[in-house]
C-alpha cells in the first residue's frame, strides 16, 4: 500500500493495518489503531472480531485499493463515521451523514437519565409524550422511542437535511409511525397547545471562540451543531425557558452539557422555574447531564 510516497510489497491484513494505524497516529488521530481497525472491517465486509481473523490472510488488489481510498480520506479529516456512513448508539446501527453530528458515546447518559425519569414518572410502558429539542441523527429521539414502545415522540431540528437523516433512521429502526419530525427554532413550530412528559436535548454548546481549535474531523461537522454562542450557553438558556413552556405538569427536562458547563446550566433551569435539578457525571467523573422537573405531579395517562 502507498501512503505519503511509501511503496511495500503485497502483505498481509495486519500489515497493512498497522501501516494505516502508524499513518493515522503520525496525523495525530488519537483513535488510530481503532479507526485503521474499522475501516478494514469496512473493506472485508466483516466487523472487527472478523478483522482479528483474517489478520494472517493477504489482501486482494481490489481490498488494498479500497482500503488505500479509506485511509487517504481518514488521514484528509474525514470522521470514520461518515466513511463509513453510521455510527453506533445504544447498540443500534444509525446512519450519518455530512449533514448531522456522529453520536457520541458521551450522549447515551441522556437516554439513560431520560429512562430513569420515565421509570420515575410511573413506567416505561406509560405513553409518554417525549421531545426531542436539535435531533441531529435522531440519535435521542429514535432510541426513546425504539426503548418505550407507547411513547409518542417529537423531534425537531433547524436543519431540514438533519431531519431527512433522522427520518431514515426512524424509518429503518422500526419507529416512524410513533416519530414526527418537525423544522422549527426549537419549540417555535410547536403547536401553542403541546405538551410533553420528556424534554431531552444534546444542543450545540461549543462556545463560538473555541470552534476553530477543534480537531479537523470535529471541524467537518455542521456548525449549527456545534456552535453554543459566545459563551457555549446560548442554546440552554432559550431550551430552558421554552421547555419550562411546554413541560407537562411533573415533567423532566434532561440536558447534555459541555464539561464545565453543569453549574451555568443547572442556574439557567432554575431561573426557569424548574426543580429538583439533578446533575450527573459520566464514568470519568465529568458532568455531562444536567435534569430539571417541572412543578406538580404526572397526570395518570391511559396507554392507548
Ligand atoms: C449537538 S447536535 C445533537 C444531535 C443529536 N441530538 C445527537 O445527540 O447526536 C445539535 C443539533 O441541534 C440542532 N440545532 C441547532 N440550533 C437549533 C435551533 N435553533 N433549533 C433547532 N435545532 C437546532 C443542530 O442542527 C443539531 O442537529
Given at each position: 500500500?502507498?501512503v ?85 448508539f ?25 429512562l ?12 409518554l ?7 441531529g ?5 429514535v ?7 407507547q ?21 429503518a ?9 418537525l ?32 480537531p479537523p474531523?470535529v ?53 426557569a ?20 422537573t417541572?412543578?406538580?405531579?404526572p ?6
Open positions: 500500500m502507498k505519503e510516497g511509501r511503496e511495500a510489497a503485497p502483505e498481509t491484513a495486519l500489515a497493512y493495518l498497522e501501516l494505516a494505524a502508524r499513518f493515522f497516529a503520525g496525523r495525530g488521530i488519537a483513535s488510530a489503531r481503532l479507526d485503521a481497525e474499522l475501516l478494514l472491517a469496512e473493506v472485508l465486509g466483516t466487523d472487527r472480531i472478523g478483522v482479528y481473523l483474517r489478520f494472517d490472510r493477504p489482501l486482494a488488489g481490489t481490498e488494498v485499493d479500497a482500503y488505500r481510498a479509506l485511509v487517504k480520506r481518514r488521514g484528509g479529516g474525514e470522521p470514520v463515521a461518515h466513511l463509513l456512513g453510521r455510527r453506533e445504544w447498540s443500534r446501527s444509525f446512519v450519518v451523514t455530512p449533514d448531522v453530528l456522529v453520536p457520541r458515546p458521551e450522549t447515551e447518559l441522556v437516554v439513560e437519565r431520560a430513569a425519569a420515565a421509570d420515575a414518572a410511573g413506567g416505561r410502558a406509560r405513553p409524550r417525549i421531545l426531542d429539542l436539535g435531533t441523527s435522531g440519535a435521542l429521539a432510541t426513546l422511542a425504539a426503548e418505550l414502545p411513547a409518542d415522540v417529537t423531534a425537531v431540528d433547524a436543519s431540514p437535511a438533519a431531519l431527512a437523516v433522522a427520518g431514515r433512521n426512524a424509518a429502526l422500526g419507529v416512524a409511525a410513533r416519530t414526527r419530525f423544522a422549527s427554532d426549537w419549540t417555535t413550530a410547536l403547536a401553542a397547545a403541546a405538551r410533553f412528559d420528556l424534554v431531552v436535548s444534546n444542543p450545540p454548546y461549543v462556545p463560538s471562540g473555541d470552534l476553530a481549535d477543534l474531523e471541524r467537518r461537522e455542521p456548525t449549527l451543531a456545534l456552535d453554543g454562542g459566545p459563551d457555549g450557553l446560548a442554546a440552554y438558556r432559550r431550551i430552558a425557558a421554552e421547555a419550562a413552556r411546554v413541560l407537562a405538569p411533573g415533567g423532566a427536562l434532561v440536558c447534555e452539557v459541555g464539561a464545565g458547563q453543569a453549574a451555568a446550566v443547572a442556574a439557567l433551569f432554575e431561573a422555574g424548574l426543580g429538583a435539578i439533578g446533575r450527573f457525571a459520566d464514568l470519568a467523573g465529568i458532568e455531562r447531564v444536567v435534569i430539571g417541572s412543578a406538580g405531579a397526570a395518570a395517562r391511559a396507554a392507548s
